[in-house]
Nanobody
Framework: VQLQASGGGLVQAGGSLRLSCTAS????????MGWFRQAPGKERDFVAA????????HYHDSVKGRFTISRDNAKDTTYLQMNSLKPEDTAVYYC????????????????????WGQGTQVTVSS
């Protein structure tokens, strides 16, 4: 069982990136999916999450209107489209899967997730 994140890189402020997270060994349609980020010396923070079918999403206030989480269950892949990037968005971004029993109200916490990807670095220059 594995999540593989990709798509990070170096971008100027105001630019865009799309992160991808592909699952192997599990059916993504059975899991709520989340994105978190961790800047150097800081805790891992919630960014966005989507329900199993993707119809319901939740975002941290700092990324609302700029980031969009989506998923293609047929491809076992979830995405994070990031627009209007800011230097403060610089971090390692992690995707994670939460089991079917997860209560939606806990989806913004790291403890709700039991499978994590390896992280992809996003650096936004000013």
């Amino acid at each position: 069982v594995q999540l593989q994140a990709s798509g990070g890189g170096l971008v100027q402020a105001g630019g865009s990136l799309r992160l991808s997270c592909t699952a192997s060994g599990l059916a993504l349609s059975s899991y709520a999916m989340g994105w978190f980020r961790q800047a150097p010396g800081k805790e891992r923070d919630f960014v966005a999450a989507s329900r199993r079918r993707g119809g319901t999403t939740h975002y941290h206030d700092s990324v609302k209107g700029r980031f969009t989480i989506s998923r293609d269950n047929a491809k076992d892949t979830t995405y994070l489209q990031m627009n209007s990037l800011k230097p403060e968005d610089t971090a390692v971004y992690y995707c994670a899967a939460a089991p079917p029993s997860t209560i939606w109200s806990s989806i913004f916490t790291t403890r709700a997730y039991n499978i994590w990807g390896q992280g992809t670095q996003v650096t936004v220059s000013s």
